[in-house]
């Protein structure tokens, strides 16, 4: 683009070009972010501290108690949230707040952990001889140990003298983002060597996707009344009258032989074809228009591993049978979207 002024041609910035520039700048910058934070991270070193911090934690008979102060105290938030998700008992308790009374929420039993960077943080310090006098361990993760919080600590993990990211060099960026890194170091490794399964974080998390898909299929199976049973020799019409009148409309009945084993499945799509073929003869025994052999899940299986089952085989139900071969429920895709799996 060209521009006259004072009888001279000005050459202008092309709107396009300076517009891609200025993105590269801006994403070239966020890079550098980036790169000093996982710096930061790399450069954390684990030693016997780290596992003394680990074993403290297991053999806590109380809670975890995580304090910090600004941005660390975000960071100890998140850290007890992690652990009381899996299986390790701990609140967040504000230090300002615990000067003025909420001292009381600490016991002798339980493991402070304290965040600060620069390890000098006076509403972490003024609390040290008060936890003393209560008799509870404190682990301070800081910057060293020689800043005054690991000084009056029973135990520090150290992270370091760490450059942030931030333009003027004071924000907290890499140095929070080390702390989390750590903190969330401590609470994995204290996971894997406790006893805690995926039953138990399902427990924990029943309002999210993950928590709903570690449900077992007997929390969301059709089981009882909705259960739609059918006997071997019952007729194609009979099947079908089990399929309607079932609560639920289930769209498949699961068929038993004399012994109440499961025999075969009759769903909506096998009428359905039959239909399309001309063959309407609904007096022949629903055992040979049945599938013989359906796809299965077991009761205590993961309501997540079951849907899967049903994705890959293209299906939408699926019997439930017990360890004796027998049918104590149906699982239908409808189920599942309700459930909020899907």
Known sequence: MTSRKSGRVVKLPRPRAAAAKRAK???????????????????????????????????????????????????????????????????????????HGDLGRVTRDDLVLAFSNSGETEELLRLLPALRRIGVRVVALTRDRAVPLARGSDLTLAIGRIDEACPMGLAPTASTAALLALGDALAMTVMKNRSFDKDEYALYHPGGKLGR????????????????????TASLAEAVAVMTETPGRPGAATVVDAQGKLAGVFTDGDLRRLVERGETDFTIPVSKVMCKNPRIVRPDALVMDAARVLRHA?????????????????????????ARVL
């Not at 934690?57 to 652990?83: D, E, H, I, P």
């Open 213 to 232: 898909g570690l449900m077992k299929v007997s929390e969301v199976m059709r089981g009882g009344e909705a259960n739609p049973l059918v006997a071997a």
């Open 314 to 338: 293209r299906v939408d139900q699926v019997p439930v049978v017990d360890e004796d071969g027998r049918p104590v429920g149906l699982l239908d895709v409808q189920d599942l979207l309700a």
């Open 25 to 99: 700048e801006l994403a070239a910058y966020g890079r550098t972010v980036l790169e000093a934070e996982a710096r930061a991270i790399g450069r954390l070193a684990l030693n016997g501290d780290f596992a003394k911090a680990v074993e403290w934690v297991l053999a806590c008979k109380g809670r975890v108690v995580v304090m910090g102060m600004g941005k660390s105290g975000f960071v100890a938030q998140k850290v007890s949230a992690t652990l009381a998700s899996t299986g390790t008992p701990s609140h967040y308790v504000h230090p300002a707040e615990a000067a």
